[in-house]
């Protein structure tokens, strides 16, 4: 019964390469979001789409877009991959992201993506 | 934006010892999780608690959202404890602390 399950777990890949990480909820929730934690263990957000409508968009390189084909589904495609984009990808999700209806969020297992 | 700290940032304890981890948080926040994550790499909800306290099991949390902090509590650790704890809170979205790395020696 995984609840916010994500593949791949792990993905080794070269520099230039372009990979994706698919996320999906069975919670029945309608927000989405991706979180890079790096080597130092901190965790930051990346995006968040609610109802398959972008509501975050951090300071991310624009090599970086996330997809959300339903309110279940939150991908996220790299293009181009560096060095630096080596991290753990975690997806999340929540009921609601207006202050009234907030509920806590829930963690997908983690990709941990290398770049060589 | 917000800004969230963590402490300590690293604890060893002896097992069966008690322990508190601090946040402090900079502005108003409209929540505030506790989560653990494990020696594996998974983020495990603790608590959701913007505000009082709650228990399950051996932790507690306590959150005073007026003075902007928020103490977890684990009483008789196990090994199984370790791992990294963060705390997070959320303005207009969830800003996590840096974490408190407990490390529970038998």
Known sequence: ??????????????????????????????????????????????????????IINETVPNRFSPKSPDKAHLNLHINSLELGDSAVYF????????????????????TRLTVL | GIQVEQSPPDLILQEGANSTLRCNFSDS???????????????????YIPSGTKQNGRLSATT??????????????QTTDSGVYFCAVRGNKL????????????
Request: charged share 15%.
């Open chain 1, 1 to 54: 019964d995984t609840a916010v399950s994500q593949t791949p777990k792990y993905l080794v890949t070269q520099m230039g390469n372009d990979k994706s990480i698919k996320c999906e909820q069975n919670l029945g929730h309608d927000t989405m979001y991706w979180y890079k934690q790096d080597s130092k263990k901190f965790l930051k957000i990346m995006f968040s789409y609610n109802n398959k409508e972008l």
């Open chain 1, 91 to 110: 997806c999340a999700s929540s009921q609601g992201i207006r202050t009234a209806n907030y509920n806590e969020q829930f963690f997908g297992p983690g």
């Open chain 2, 29 to 47: 926040v409209n929540n505030l999780q506790w989560f653990h994550q494990n020696p594996w790499g998974q983020l495990i909800n603790l608590f």
């Open chain 2, 64 to 77: 005073v959202a007026t003075e902007r902090y928020s103490l977890l509590y684990i009483s008789s650790s």
């Open chain 2, 95 to 106: 800003v996590f602390g840096a974490g408190t790395i407990l490390r529970v020696k038998s």
